[in-house]
């Protein structure tokens, strides 16, 4: 997912590559159980965090969920100086890519936004990769910003992993929150300004289709713009 000539044109590469290669198929939607550990997170809007590869699908995703008033593209850990898209992109900070969500409890919880993330936004057993793109900064992490929320995130991975839904272990971390930076402006909305990009189509656009047949009860077919 690179914007830059040289940089794209590799990306180009890799994705043709992604169509001969089964190491680089898309992630497959997977029908996740409904979480046993239900949050209880009170009134009041909330903020998530999650980072699940490249951030214009995870953000996409959750900009089409009933209950999500805001999706913000952006960079976790790391410092504010290096937070970046050319020096993240390089694999040299401590950044992930990821996603700050804010969210109303009343109308979708923490536990169901879990359960989105592991049905149709990244491959939880795939380690600092998803889809075409590799590196550290495209891992697969939850960053909960709450005791509830670590709480809650603790028990759905244990509840999936002996659930046995996916061949080879789950690997998504749960991180400490360590700062949140917002990507380059041109970054955020990115999958609803650009429908026709060859990485929105060939990547993201399924994972909208999968949470729509999936989830029609939280899929919204407004995208909620930042």
């Keep these: 997912m690179q914007l830059r000539a040289p940089l794209f044109a590799l990306a180009l590469a890799v994705t043709a590559m992604g169509c001969q290669q089964p190491a680089f198929a898309s ?16 009134a009041g809007l909330k903020t998530a965090i999650f980072a699940g590869g490249c951030f214009w699908g995870v953000e996409g995703v959750f900009s089409h969920v009933k209950g999500v008033t805001s999706a913000v593209s952006g960079y976790h850990g790391g410092t504010k ?13 401590d950044h992930a890519e990821a996603v700050k969500i804010t969210y109303d409890p009343k109308v979708i919880r923490y536990d169901q936004l879990l359960r989105i993330y ?14 075409p793109d590799v590196g550290a900064h495209y891992r697969s992490a939850i960053v909960p910003l709450s005791g509830e929320q670590t709480a809650v995130a603790k028990a ?38 650009n429908p026709r990009h060859g990485y929105i189509r060939r990547w993201d656009a399924p994972k909208i289709a999968a949470l729509k047949a999936m989830y029609p009860g939280v899929y919204s077919a407004t995208f909620k713009r930042n």
């Design 27 to 42: 992630e497959k939607p997977v029908s996740a159980p409904a979480a046993s550990r239900v949050a209880k997170e009170g």
């Design 81 to 93: 100086r290096s937070a970046s898209y050319d020096l993240v992109s390089s694999g040299m900070t």
């Design 118 to 131: 592991f049905s149709v936004v990244a491959d939880p057993t795939l380690k600092n990769r998803q889809g």
């Design 156 to 193: 759905y991975i244990a509840q999936l992993s002996k659930a046995g839904l996916w061949n080879k272990p789950i690997v998504t971390a749960i991180e400490r929150s360590s700062g949140f930076y917002p990507a380059e402006t041109y970054h955020q909305d990115f999958m609803i300004k």
